[in-house]
C-alpha cells in the first residue's frame, strides 16, 4: 500500500511530465488501434468474398453432351469445388431480360439468343484464393468444349495482395509504434527517478530493498499506460460513432465499417503492458 501512496504523490507531484507521456502514448495507442481497426475490417470483407464468388466457364457452340459432362464431372472431382450448376443458354437469357429489363432493345437487334451454354463453379470458402482459382482454370481450359473461363482474377489477386500487404504494413507499424510508446514511458520513469535520487539514498540508508524502491515506479508506469489506453478507447468511441455516423449519410460504404468489442479491452491492458514494460526498462538498467 505504501508503494501505491508514493506513487500517487510522484503522478501528482509530477503531473505535467506524466501529463506529456500520457497524451504521447495516447496518440500512439489511437494511431494503432486505427491501424487493426483497418486491417480487421478488410479481412472481414475478404472473408465475405468467397460467399459471391464464382467461376463461369462458357462452351463453345456445337459442345456435344459428352463433352459437357466430362467438363462437370471433373469440376465436381475437385475438393476444392463446393457446387456445379449448368446454365442453358435459354435460360440464361432470361437471367438476363430480368436483370437488364431496359435493354430489351438490344437483344431484339441481335435477334436470337446470342449467350453460351455456361457452368457455374462454386469453390469452398477456404478455397477462393488465387492460386486455387488459377489452378482449377489451367486445369478445366485443357478440357474439350470451354471456349473461356472468367472468374475476375485481377480483382481476386488485387483483393489477397491488398490484404496481406496491409496486415505486413500493419504488423511493422505496430512494433514500431509500440517501441516508441515503450522509451516514452521508459524515458520518463528514468527521469522521475534521477530526480527523486536524493529520496532513493535516503531509502538505502534505512535499508530500503531494490523491490521497494522499483514498485513505485512500476506502478506508476502502469497508471500512465493504463490512463493512456482509456483515453485512446475514448478518442476512438468519438472517432467512431461521431465521425462515421456522419459520414454514413454522404457515403453509404461507411456502414459496413465494424467496430470489435475486443477492442476496449485491448487498449487499456495494452496501455498497462507497455507502462510495465517502459518501467521495468528503465528501472532495470539504472544502478543504484
Known amino acids: 500500500m505504501y508503494a501505491f501512496r508514493l506513487a500517487k504523490q510522484?503522478?501528482?507531484?509530477?503531473?505535467?511530465?506524466?501529463?506529456?507521456?500520457i497524451l504521447t502514448i495516447t496518440a500512439g495507442l489511437l494511431f494503432t488501434s486505427l491501424t487493426i481497426l483497418s486491417v480487421y475490417n478488410l479481412d472481414v470483407a475478404t472473408k465475405k468474398l468467397p460467399e459471391k464468388f464464382s467461376m463461369m466457364l462458357y462452351m463453345k457452340d456445337g459442345s456435344s453432351q459428352e463433352e459437357l459432362e466430362d467438363i462437370i464431372n471433373t469440376a465436381k472431382k475437385d475438393p476444392a469445388v463446393e457446387k456445379v450448376k449448368y446454365i442453358p443458354k435459354d435460360e440464361a437469357l432470361k437471367e438476363f431480360k430480368a436483370t437488364f429489363k431496359d435493354t430489351q432493345f438490344v437483344l431484339d437487334g441481335v435477334g436470337g439468343n446470342p449467350l453460351p451454354d455456361s457452368i457455374e463453379v462454386k469453390l469452398k470458402n477456404e478455397a477462393v484464393t488465387p492460386g486455387t482459382a488459377r489452378k482449377l482454370t489451367e486445369q478445366l481450359n485443357k478440357m474439350?468444349?470451354?471456349?473461356?473461363?472468367?472468374?475476375?482474377e485481377k480483382f481476386l489477386s488485387s483483393i489477397y495482395s491488398l490484404k496481406v500487404g496491409m496486415q505486413t504494413v500493419s504488423i511493422i507499424f505496430v512494433i514500431i509504434m509500440s517501441a516508441g510508446m515503450?522509451?516514452?514511458?521508459?524515458?520518463?520513469?528514468?527521469?522521475?527517478f534521477y530526480r527523486k535520487k536524493r529520496e532513493?539514498?535516503?531509502?538505502?540508508?534505512?535499508?530500503?530493498?531494490?523491490?521497494?524502491?522499483?514498485?513505485?515506479?512500476?506502478?506508476?508506469?502502469a497508471a500512465i499506460g493504463f490512463s493512456s489506453g482509456?483515453?485512446?478507447?475514448?478518442?476512438?468511441?468519438?472517432?467512431?460513432?461521431?465521425?462515421?455516423?456522419?459520414?454514413?449519410?454522404?457515403?453509404?460504404?461507411?456502414?459496413?465499417i465494424i467496430f470489435p468489442v475486443s477492442i476496449s479491452l485491448f487498449l487499456p491492458i495494452a496501455g498497462i503492458l507497455i507502462g510495465i514494460l517502459g518501467a521495468a526498462i528503465a528501472i532495470g538498467r539504472i544502478r543504484y
Open 200 to 221: 532513493i539514498e535516503t531509502y538505502k540508508l534505512l535499508g530500503a530493498t531494490k523491490a521497494f524502491i522499483r514498485a513505485p515506479f512500476i506502478i506508476e508506469g
Open 182 to 192: 515503450i522509451f516514452v514511458c521508459y524515458s520518463t520513469v528514468k527521469i522521475l
Open 230 to 256: 482509456i483515453l485512446s478507447l475514448i478518442g476512438i468511441l468519438l472517432l467512431y460513432y461521431v465521425v462515421i455516423f456522419r459520414l454514413i449519410n454522404i457515403f453509404p460504404l461507411f456502414k459496413a
Open 144 to 152: 474439350k468444349g470451354i471456349d473461356e473461363i472468367e472468374y475476375g
Open 10 to 21: 510522484s503522478i501528482l507531484h509530477e503531473k505535467w511530465i506524466n501529463l506529456l507521456s
